[in-house]
């Protein structure tokens, strides 16, 4: 995604009919150059700075969805949309930092003093994911500020570090500066590719705190923004720094301002009517400034569709990662954490872009088919749509392995038959289990029980070897069953137990034991995990476990110690296993899925990754070089500003989305596919009236405009009004 700008721009109100002052800028001292050449060593400083920012932000924003759902404990919609409501922020906060660099505090003191913020933004948040650092109202109010302070630092910084850099050149040596604005927006998908990658690794593969190193994960991306801040000063010598010249974005504002007032006031029949509701503002402000306005407010227009694209696309830090966790990470070789997937997105960018640049658009205009911006802007809103029709299409494939979702009044129950010989179970006024489960058969899926109410007391038969025994069990709704049936002391017994109700999180394993021994048990799975099991089919709670092979466990008994082999324990299954005789030295275990392992690998997310990180390419990048294309110099930064509100406008959406109209994960990708095909229907509209201009000719026919009906104004009503 393109940076912002701080273009320079004069402070200095234009006399009504007159064109701005064009006074002199102060003269600023050479830096030194690079190796002989033309490019300033000053821009090596900066460089390095927009890395490490970016490795800072992206690395701890991949994390951010995970940490909301795991050390929070937050459901997804509510961790998306946060994490929404913080993109958005860091995208409407830019105007904040232009405004100051522009008209108060210059670009470098901007910068120094928002990055400071962003540093202790950075460290809060940090601190906020130290687990024994107070309880969870604390940890959610340093994140929250944490976050708040970040969100002012990055989007303040934005639309300046990028233009400091072109400062720092001198105008004749453009061909440089396009060169650097190149190696500038490598520093950015290079920190990006980078950090995504990294950051998820120090969460999971690295644990602290008996859990997930959120504090590492945050507090990594914290010190290469104590980097990116040392690195900038460090420079301080060498740079170029032009005194703040005045807010143009301000200047647009309230000339638009002006000419709507104005013409609030001016609405009687005798004063004739102008050719555009801007020329309303004629009287206070330039023709000049008027006409660029104009050229702006037509580029601004198109823009009021572009928000359903990034509603789309900033989905792959949260719903999309999301997924993921659902999703079978092992490629073999390496075991991908889900939020690492978010890294394809920058390193497909750097792949794309060439192969546009010099292979398909060329190709293109040998065919010559007329691939214009607007089209192309239309073609990446459909790949991303396309990617999230196949998104879709996964969840519904992710969710044949779910638990079924259960409703009041409704539970689930199945058998597991430990006893030597089949058994018959029959439940009171139930159809369920018309054939005998036999001794240690994998259970089938679980039956629907049907409750008359909140809960409900129900009378079990169990028929075993011509006996017949009677048990009650009261069972509650959405709840999950096992009964389990055995043999104690030479006669048929049961125990009812409560299973997992949904697929552990973030593609976790989870296993209990049954100690179907006549002695208690101690096991060991790993270095980490110990359980206490009491004998006579006694039942252990379900731990979580990284998804892995555990073949090293023991089992401590009253009689010695044991090797205890529990084999794979997948991505997000359940399991139960029973501990069934000592033998040989070695523990005999039986093991039963009870929730079925991620079945779908996380491979199959690289198409979508594939079509929206074409559609980026078709779609930002080509906008923005349009936009630019379509307005005068003096407006880019205005442009610039509407360009990010759109990525803000889109966050809103999707948390407004995620929060107020709350539906099956599937049915929401589907819904933002089908906005995003309607909005590229308006667009392609809008697009087709639009006519392209070239802003010099523009400003010409303006002036020629602006003089001949010079002469026809007559006086207007102009109350309260400085002339």
């Keep these: 995604m393109a940076e912002g700008d701080c273009t320079p721009q004069p402070a200095k109100e234009a006399q009504a009919g007159d064109d701005p002052p064009k006074g002199d800028f102060p003269l600023q001292k050479k830096s030194p150059k690079l190796c002989g050449s033309n490019y300033p060593l000053s821009i090596a400083f900066i460089v390095v700075n927009e890395f490490c920012e970016r490795f800072s932000y992206y690395g701890m924003r991949a994390v951010l969805t995970l940490y909301f759902l795991s050390f929070f404990h937050w459901d997804e919609n509510l961790s998306t949309a946060v994490y929404h409501a913080f993109s958005a922020l860091c995208y409407f906060t830019p105007v904040i930092g232009a405004i100051m660099a522009d008209s108060w505090l210059g670009k470098y003191k901007t910068i120094i003093y928002l990055s400071i913020v962003y540093v202790v933004g950075h460290l809060i948040k940090s601190v906020g994911a130290i687990p024994s650092l107070g309880n969870q109202a604390v940890h959610v109010v340093l994140s929250m500020v944490g976050l708040f302070l970040i969100a002012l630092g990055t989007g303040g910084i934005k639309p300046c570090v990028s233009a400091f850099g072109g400062d720092q050149f001198e105008e004749e040596h453009t061909s440089e500066r396009s060169k650097f604005f190149s190696i500038f927006y490598l520093s950015i998908n290079a920190g990006s590719l980078i950090s995504t990658f990294v950051t998820p690794v120090l969460r999971g593969d690295v644990k602290c705190f008996g859990e997930d190193c959120y504090a590492l994960a945050f507090g990594v991306p914290a010190a290469l923004m104590v980097l990116a801040l040392v690195v900038f000063i460090a420079g301080s010598g060498l740079y170029r720094k032009t005194p703040p010249q005045g807010n143009v974005l301000l200047e647009v504002c309230k000339c638009i301002g002006f000419a709507l007032k104005n013409r609030l006031k001016n609405r009687s029949p005798e004063i004739p009517k102008r050719d555009h509701w801007l020329d309303w503002a004629s009287e206070k402000y330039s023709k000049q400034l008027i006409g660029e306005v104009k050229m702006v407010t037509r580029v601004l227009f198109l823009f009021i569709p572009l928000p359903m694209f990034w509603a789309l696309f900033d ?50 205009n040998m065919c010559k088919l007329n691939f214009t911006p607007i089209r192309k802007m239309a073609t990446g809103m459909i790949l991303a749509g396309l990617a999230f029709g196949l998104a879709a299409i996964i969840e519904v494939k992710i969710n044949e392995t779910d638990m079924p979702r259960l409703v009041p009044k409704e539970s689930l129950i199945r058998v597991l038959n430990l006893a030597k010989n089949p058994v018959q179970v029959a439940i009171q006024d139930k159809d369920l289990f018309q054939q005998p489960v036999e001794s240690f058969q994998n259970p089938a899926e679980y039956s629907k029980l049907i409750l008359n109410g909140e809960q409900q007391s129900l009378h079990f038969t169990l028929q075993h070897q011509g006996l017949t025994l009677a048990f009650n069990y009261t069972m509650k709704e959405k709840s999950v069953y096992s009964l389990i049936v055995f043999e104690a002391e030479g006669s048929l017994s049961s125990r009812l137990i409560t299973d997992l109700e949904a697929k552990p999180e973030n593609g976790l394993a989870a296993v209990r034991f049954i100690n179907a021994l006549s002695q208690d048990v101690n096991l060991t799975i790993n270095s980490k995990s110990f359980i206490a099991v009491q004998k006579n089919y006694s039942a252990s709670e379900y731990s979580l476990l990284e998804r892995d092979i555990y073949n090293d466990g023991k089992c401590i008994t009253e009689t010695g110690e044991f090797p205890l082999e529990l084999g794979l324990l997948d991505f997000g299954a359940s399991y139960t296993v029973v501990i069934t005789n000592i033998s040989g030295g070695a523990v005999e275990t039986w093991k039963s899925e009870d929730i079925k392992a991620n079945n779908v690998h996380m491979a ?115 109350q309260k009004t400085k002339l």
Excluded: H
């Design 315 to 364: 989905q792959q830090g949260s719903r999309w990662t999301l997924q993921a966790t659902k999703m079978n990470a092992d490629f073999g070789i390496y075991v991908l954490q889900p939020d690492q997937m978010q890294f394809l997105n920058p390193l497909l960018i750097l792949v794309f872009i060439p192969i546009f640049d010099f292979g398909l658009y060329p190709l293109i």
């Design 604 to 718: 199959w997310q690289l198409p979508q990754y594939l079509l929206i990180s074409a559609g980026e390419v078709m779609f930002s990048i080509t906008g923005l070089a349009f936009s630019y294309s379509q307005s005068p110099a003096s407006m880019k930064s205005v442009l610039q500003a509407g360009w990010l509100l759109t990525v803000a406008v889109g966050n809103t959406f999707v948390l407004i989305v995620a929060e107020a109209a709350p539906m099956a994960q599937w049915a929401e990708f589907v819904l933002f596919t089908v906005l995003l095909f309607a909005v590229c229907i308006i667009f392609s509209i809008m697009g087709y009236f639009y006519v392209s201009v070239d802003p010099e000719d523009l400003e010409e026919k303006e002036e020629k405009r602006e003089t001949s009906s010079r002469g026809n104004m007559i006086g207007l009503v102009t």
